[in-house]
C-alpha cells in the first residue's frame, strides 16, 4: 500500500513548505497543475522534489475555480472540461518531460473529485481524456463500495484504476467524503491514525453514523495543506509499513 499527497498547491516554495516537509514519507506526489492554486514554477520545483525523493507524479487537475480553491461545482459544457482537464495534464507533463521523467496517474482535485465520484457523465469525460492521451495514465479514484463498476467503465477507456482512501476524512453511509462544511469532515490526529488502521490492517473505515466499509485500497491520502497532516504523516507512513 502506497501514501499520496496533495501538493503544488503554495504561491512560493520555501524550506517550510509542505513539499519539503513530506516528499521523503510519500510514494505519490499530486500536485497541483496551476489552476486551482500553485504556479508553473511551483510546478517545477515539486516535480524535481519528487524527483529527488524517487516519488510517483500525478496531475492534480481542477476546475477553473482558484478564488475557491476549487472546492466549488461548475456549471460548464463538457466540451470545455475536456479541455480544462486536458490542459492543465498536458502542462504538467511538459515540465516533467523537460525534466527527464513523466506522470503517470491523474487524480482531479477538490469540486471535480467529488463531481466525478458522484457523476458518470463527468467520470467519462475524465477517463476520455486520459485515454487521449499519448503516454499510459491511470486514474486515482476513491474506494467504495461501487469498485467493480468503476473497472468496468474504466476498461472501456483501456484505463487502469488506482484506489485510494483517506487518512484524515470523515465518511459518509454511502462511502463519499462528508461534507467540508461540517464540523467532523476532518479528522484530529487521534482519529486519523485511527482511520490509517483500520485501513490498512482491518481493509474497512468507520462512517459517520458507525458503519464499517469494506474497501479494496491501493493508496491512502494524506493531506499536505495543513499542518496537522504534516505533522503525523512519519506516523502514518510507520503504520502503512508494518501493516
Known amino acids: 500500500m502506497q501514501l499520496n499527497c496533495d501538493l503544488g498547491e503554495q504561491e512560493k516554495l520555501v524550506p517550510s513548505s509542505p513539499e519539503q516537509l513530506v516528499m521523503p514519507y510519500i510514494d505519490q506526489a499530486n500536485i497541483c497543475c496551476g489552476v486551482h492554486a500553485g504556479n508553473i514554477e511551483v510546478m517545477r520545483e515539486t516535480v524535481i522534489l519528487a524527483i529527488a525523493n524517487r516519488v510517483e507524479i500525478g496531475a492534480h487537475p481542477s476546475y477553473p475555480d482558484r478564488k475557491n480553491f476549487g472546492r466549488l461545482s461548475l456549471e460548464i459544457s463538457e466540451r470545455e472540461l ?9 502542462t504538467l507533463q511538459a515540465i516533467c518531460e523537460d525534466l527527464d521523467t513523466t506522470i503517470t496517474y491523474v487524480k482531479p482535485h477538490g469540486a471535480l473529485y ?18 487521449s492521451l499519448k503516454i499510459p495514465v491511470k486514474l486515482m479514484v476513491m474506494a467504495n463500495n461501487q469498485q467493480e463498476m468503476l473497472k468496468k467503465e474504466a476498461s472501456s477507456f483501456n484505463i487502469d484504476l488506482l484506489f485510494e482512501a483517506f487518512a484524515d476524512r470523515c465518511y459518509t453511509d454511502e462511502g463519499l467524503l462528508v461534507s467540508r462544511d461540517k464540523s467532523h469532515a476532518v479528522h484530529d490526529r487521534q482519529k486519523t491514525l485511527e482511520q490509517v488502521i483500520q485501513i490498512t490492517k ?16 491501493d493508496t491512502i491520502c494524506v493531506h499536505g495543506d495543513n499542518h496537522s497532516g504534516v505533522a503525523i504523516i512519519k506516523d502514518i507512513q510507520a503504520l502503512i509499513n508494518t501493516a
Do not use: P
Open 82 to 90: 475536456k479541455e480544462i482537464i486536458r490542459e492543465q495534464i498536458l
Open 114 to 131: 467529488n463531481d466525478m465520484m458522484r457523476d458518470v457523465k463527468v467520470r467519462n469525460i475524465i477517463m476520455s481524456v486520459i485515454s
Open 202 to 217: 482491518n481493509k474497512f473505515v468507520r462512517t459517520e453514523n458507525g458503519c464499517d466499509l469494506l474497501l479494496d485500497i
